[in-house]
DNA sequence: GCCAACGTTGGC
DNA sequence: GCCAACGTTGGC
């Protein structure tokens, strides 16, 4: 899950403890939420519009998706005109915060690794802010993060 | 249903 | 700040 660290950083949810990822107004990133993510999946944070752009370390699903209700705050960057509380159109997992790594994984050093060739983050013009990640993937990340 | 115009993302 | 790539919007 891709964050801008200048809007919401690791460091910001782990003095949360927990957060609801609202605020995503992309369809494929929303359909992924409410028909893949389970409770307990293991979450790679991403550092995007930083420097260097960064895996930061990993949280956790901790609630499945449900209506996310910026979408109706007209004070929120996130509201949408068209939804309503009959049809709020966006949803939103709530994640926690697991752990910092103790070094972060640049995306410099994700292009570098064969076993990490795949990832979507690296496809050509990827954007999605919410992408899968096989359990190989994860487990070298994590590797790279803790060594 | 096409597609031009526009807005956003995000690396650089 | 630039701009490639992509998603969305809306006229037709």
């Known amino acids: 899950m891709k964050s801008e660290p200048s809007v919401y950083s690791i460091d910001d949810l782990k003095k949360d403890r927990e957060t609801?990822?609202?605020?995503i107004r992309n369809y494929q990133a929303r359909n992924f939420m409410t028909n893949e993510m389970q409770v307990g999946d293991q979450v790679l944070f991403y550092h995007s519009n930083a420097e260097p752009p960064s895996v930061a370390g990993l949280?956790?699903?901790?609630a499945l998706a449900t209506a996310d209700f910026t979408a109706?705050?007209?004070k929120s960057p996130y509201f949408d005109e068209r939804a309503t509380r009959e049809?709020?159109?966006w949803s939103c997992v709530k994640v926690r915060f697991k752990e910092k790594f103790k070094r972060t994984v640049s995306l410099d050093e994700i292009k570098?690794?064969?076993?990490?060739?795949k990832m979507p983050l690296l496809q050509r013009g990827q954007r999605l802010s919410i992408q899968p990640v096989t359990e190989q993937?994860?487990?070298t990340i994590c590797r790279l993060g803790n060594p």
């Open 59 to 62: 949280a956790e699903v901790s």
């Open 87 to 89: 049809k709020p159109i």
């Open 112 to 117: 570098k690794h064969s076993a990490l060739s």
């Open 137 to 139: 993937e994860f487990k």
């Open 72 to 74: 109706l705050d007209k």
């Open 20 to 23: 609801s990822w609202d605020g």
